[in-house]
Structure formats: structure tokens, C-alpha cells
């Protein structure tokens, strides 16, 4: 095995990636799927020597029967397996340090995660080019209304809801005089 301080850093890392996208993780366990983003971020899957199915078959083969996640030792124990496979040309012992320094010390990546263009977000947030009823929802500046734009209002005015002459019955009806 490698230095204590090497330990240290493996084992930063594999908390890193365990609590990665979970936020009731403890940091003890590694699921499945983050082995895999594990392996695809330190570049331990390089697409000759090391596939996606290696990673899952290796990760089957550690952990315990009945479980769906590994432990730090079991991790070691993968890392261990996966070394000679991925650097084929070195010894056992430098294989196993070659895959250590590639783990030491890395987190989890956000490459490749889509975002949203800021164009196509505008156009679709534009409140203004809203139509039928998600228009009243909103005031001129954009901002909701909130429960005032979700329900209706009941107003006991006399007159029914969308009458716009409300108010000026008095005006057309008694002549002036």
C-alpha cells in the first residue's frame, strides 16, 4: 500500500465522490454510480484498457452480496483490481501508484452538465409574451402576482366579473338635466 498521507488524500476523495449528489450521504459508502463518475473523472476509464462495463463488473465483485454500495476497503480492494488492467506495461506495485495518483486528492467534475442558453431562457421566462390566462398572472414589469394572479377575486360589486362599464350605469340611464 502507499504512504499514510497518500491514504489521506484516497480517502478525501472517495468522500468526496460518496456524498456527491446525495445530500443524506454520510461520506462512508460509495454507491455504484458514483464509482462509475469516480472512474470517468480521474480518467481511470480510458476507453481501451478500462470500459464503463469494467467499472460496473469490478463494483459488482467487492461489494458484499446482499449490499449496493462499497466501503473505503472495499474501494482499495477495487482500485486494486482495476490497476493492472488500466496501466497493463507496469508492475503490480507501480500500477497500484500510477491509479492512487490519478484518484489523490480530485472531487467530483461538472463538465458536460447541460445549462440552459441565456437566449432561449429569456425567451421562454418572458412574461410580457405570455398569452390567455398565464398573462394575467403577471403585472407590466414581469413580476407575479402571486395568489392575486392564480384566483379569482370575488368583487360584490353587482356586476359580473370581466363587465368593463362598471360604474356607469348611472351616467347612461338618467338624463341630465
Not at 440552459?116 to 402576482?145: I, M, Q, V
Request: hydrophobic share 30%; with cysteine; charged share 35%.
Amino acid at each position: 500500500m502507499a504512504e499514510s498521507a497518500d491514504m489521506d488524500q484516497l480517502l478525501a476523495s472517495f468522500r468526496k465522490f460518496a456524498v456527491h449528489g446525495d445530500t443524506k450521504a454520510s461520506g462512508n459508502e460509495l454507491n455504484g454510480k458514483n464509482w462509475a463518475k469516480l472512474c470517468k473523472d480521474c480518467k481511470i476509464t480510458d476507453g481501451k484498457n478500462v470500459s464503463g462495463t469494467d467499472v460496473d463488473i469490478v463494483f459488482s465483485k467487492v461489494k458484499q452480496k446482499t449490499s449496493r454500495v462499497i466501503t473505503f476497503e472495499e474501494f482499495q480492494r477495487a482500485l486494486e483490481d482495476l490497476a493492472p488492467k488500466r496501466f497493463k506495461g507496469q508492475s503490480k506495485e507501480d500500477a497500484l501508484a500510477s491509479i492512487f495518483k490519478l484518484v489523490d486528492g480530485r472531487g467530483p467534475s461538472n463538465v458536460g452538465v447541460t445549462v440552459a442558453k441565456a437566449a432561449a431562457l429569456e425567451r421562454l421566462t418572458d412574461a410580457s409574451r405570455y398569452t390567455g390566462s398565464h398573462r394575467e398572472r403577471f403585472d407590466e414589469s414581469g413580476r407575479g402576482k402571486g395568489r392575486e394572479g392564480r384566483e379569482d377575486t370575488v368583487e360584490h360589486t353587482g356586476y359580473v366579473g370581466a363587465y368593463r362599464d362598471a360604474g356607469t350605469y348611472d351616467h347612461k340611464t338618467k338624463p341630465e338635466k
